[in-house]
């Protein structure tokens, strides 16, 4: 079982920044690629980015891109996602996510979660 525990969600205004952690445990480093999605009321869950923990490649949602960054620190097991210039359409529970094997776009491919923050963007 791996436990992922998200923490820096919370409400902040348009153009803002905020800093998602999520705190992986040790056998989390067996997982290959680690996301972060996130799902707003009455929608689907999305894609924002993964890294993986090894060779730290990232992909990013066309979203994300220019504004959120995702890094790891391996000797901390934690993945972070550095958010910048929020907009209100940002708003959503962001979740983070580990696989075996690379990292993808697709949240159906994640076998772990975490419980997720909560991102409020006001206007």
């Known amino acids: 079982q791996v436990l992922l525990v998200e923490s820096g969600g919370g409400l902040v205004q348009a153009g803002g920044s905020l800093r998602l952690s999520c705190a992986a445990p040790?056998?989390?480093?067996?997982?290959?690629?680690m996301g972060w999605f996130r799902q707003a009321p009455g929608k689907e869950r999305e894609f924002v980015a993964y890294?993986?923990?090894?060779?730290?490649?990232?992909n990013y949602a066309d979203s994300a891109k220019g504004r959120f960054t995702i890094s790891r620190e391996i000797t901390k097991s934690t993945v972070y996602l550095q958010m910048n210039s929020l907009k209100p359409e940002d708003t959503a529970v962001y979740y983070c996510?580990?696989?075996?094997?690379?990292?993808?776009?697709?949240?159906?491919?994640?076998?772990?979660w975490g419980q997720g923050t909560q991102v409020t963007v006001s206007s």
């Open positions: 040790a056998s989390a480093l067996s997982m290959h690629g």
């Open positions: 996510a580990a696989r075996r094997f690379g990292g993808t776009t697709n949240w159906k491919d994640y076998e772990y």
């Open positions: 890294i993986t923990w090894g060779a730290g490649s990232t």
